[in-house]
C-alpha cells in the first residue's frame, strides 16, 4: 500500500502523506520499521497517538525513523482526561510523551475532542499542553459512535460557544501556542474572499470537510473508509488506490453538492459539515450536521438561515 501510494501521488503530481494512527500505532512492533519505509518514499508523516507509550526510548526511535510531528490526545485536566480514558495514569503519561517529544526534537501537537465533560476546560487545556511544550493544539467534535458513542456531544449552541472562545484564546495566545480546528464548521469564522466567492457562484468544492478530496483512511486489514471517523466500507486497498478514489460510488456521491440535505446554503462548497457526525447521529451521511451553528450566526447578523 505505502508503494503504491507513493507511485499515485506522484503520477498525480504532488507530495502525499500517511498519518499513523488507531487504536494505538505505538502498539505495534514494526511500527518504526513502517515509518522508515514511509520516510524513504518521500511521504509526509505524522502519528495520531495517545502518549502513554511515549517513553524518552520511543520519541528517540520516532526521530530516528523519519517522523517529525506527533499529535498526542489530550481531552481534559488530569481527572477528566483520565476518567475519559478509564485510567488513572493516562494524564500523565500523555503530557510525559509531549514532554519527552519535544526533548527528542519532535513537534508535538495537542488534540481534544470537544465533548460536554471537557468544553468548560478549553482554556486550562490550552495551557497544560503549552507548559508541557505542545506549540499547536487542534480541536475536535465528537463523533459517538465506537468508543465515543457514550460520551455526550456538545449541542450547536455549545459548540458556536465552543470556537468563540478558541478564537479568543487564539489572541491571547498568539506567538506562544497554535490554537486550531479542522472541522468544517470552523470555516464559518472565515471571512469570505475571491477564492470562496468563486467555489460559491461555480458551485465548486472548495474547503471545509476534505471527504472524498484529500484521503482515505485505512484499516490493518485493508479495508478503506471515506474518513478514519466514518466506518462506511468503501473496498479494499488491495484492489488499488487509484481504483478507489476515482471510482468509487459512495465517494463519487460525496464529491457532489447536490445529494447533501444543505445543498441550499450559502456555505456548502466551503463547509459540508462533518459527516462522520452527521453520520453516527442520524445514519444518513449525507444529512445536515447536526451541530452546525451557522443559524446562531446569521440571527446575529440579522439574516434568515437558508439550507
Ligand atoms: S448547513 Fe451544512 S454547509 Fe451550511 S453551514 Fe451548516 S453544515 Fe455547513
Redesign the pocket.
Known amino acids: 500500500m505505502l508503494d503504491d501510494l507513493a507511485q499515485t501521488v506522484q503520477h498525480w503530481g504532488f507530495r502525499g502523506g500517511i498519518h499513523f494512527s488507531g487504536g494505538e500505532p505505538l502498539v505495534r512492533s514494526d511500527i518504526f520499521e513502517l515509518i522508515g519505509y514511509s520516510r524513504d518514499l518521500n511521504l509526509e508523516l505524522r502519528m495520531l497517538s495517545n502518549g502513554t507509550l511515549i517513553n524518552p526510548q520511543n520519541a528517540r526511535k520516532l526521530k530516528e525513523s523519519g517522523l517529525k510531528i506527533v499529535q498526542v490526545s489530550i481531552d481534559g485536566t488530569r481527572d477528566t482526561h483520565d476518567y475519559l480514558r478509564n485510567r488513572r495514569d493516562a494524564y500523565d503519561l500523555a503530557m510525559r510523551g509531549i514532554r519527552n517529544l519535544r526533548d527528542a526534537d519532535i513537534e508535538p501537537t495537542a488534540a481534544t475532542t470537544l465533548t460536554k465533560t471537557n468544553f468548560s476546560q478549553i482554556e486550562e487545556i490550552v495551557e497544560l499542553v503549552f507548559l508541557a511544550g505542545a506549540r499547536r493544539i487542534g480541536f475536535s467534535q465528537l463523533v459517538p459512535e465506537g468508543s465515543g458513542k457514550d460520551l455526550e456531544m456538545l449541542s450547536a449552541e455549545e459548540l458556536y460557544d465552543s470556537f468563540l472562545k478558541l478564537h479568543s484564546l487564539r489572541e491571547k495566545y498568539h506567538g506562544k501556542i497554535d490554537i486550531l480546528s479542522s472541522e468544517?464548521?470552523w470555516c464559518?469564522f472565515d471571512e469570505e474572499n475571491e477564492y470562496t466567492r468563486r467555489a460559491k457562484e461555480e458551485g465548486i468544492l472548495a474547503g471545509?470537510c476534505g471527504i472524498a478530496m484529500f484521503g482515505l483512511s485505512v484499516l490493518s486489514d485493508g479495508t478503506a473508509y471515506p474518513c478514519r471517523r466514518l466506518p462506511i466500507d468503501i473496498g479494499n486497498i488491495k484492489e488499488g488506490i487509484q481504483a478507489i478514489f476515482i471510482k468509487n460510488k459512495v465517494l463519487n456521491q460525496f464529491r457532489d453538492i447536490n445529494n447533501?440535505k444543505?445543498k441550499g446554503?450559502e456555505?456548502?462548497t466551503i463547509?459540508?459539515?462533518c459527516r462522520a457526525v452527521a453520520y453516527a447521529v442520524t445514519g444518513n451521511a449525507f444529512a445536515?450536521?447536526p451541530q452546525?451553528f451557522?443559524h446562531i450566526i446569521d440571527d446575529k447578523n440579522g439574516q434568515t438561515t437558508i439550507?
Open positions: 468544517s464548521l464559518l471545509g447533501y444543505c446554503c456555505k456548502v463547509c459540508r459539515g445536515k450536521d452546525c451557522k439550507d
